[in-house]
């Protein structure tokens, strides 16, 4: 991932989440429901855990993972359909 993937790994990644939302809830949420500004803080803190899925020239699916010592944890994980 480089950082000026992450306006549309943003996108890609609330679609995702709101199409599921909304499937499992009856609830549609609104963008941002991952603002660029906190995927960004997740690349800052360990770009080499941010993978983009590329097809083509365009970015179609994101992980985030971020490790710190012993702790780790990865998401949002998002698949463009």
Known sequence: MQADDLEEVSEI?????IAVIEKLSGQRLERPFFPIAGLALRFEADPEGCLVAIEGSR???????VARGTLAWFGPLAVAT
Not at 13 to 17: C, L, N, P, Q, T
């Open 13 to 17: 990644s609330d679609r995702a989440f």
């Open 59 to 65: 970015p179609v699916g994101a992980l985030f993972s």
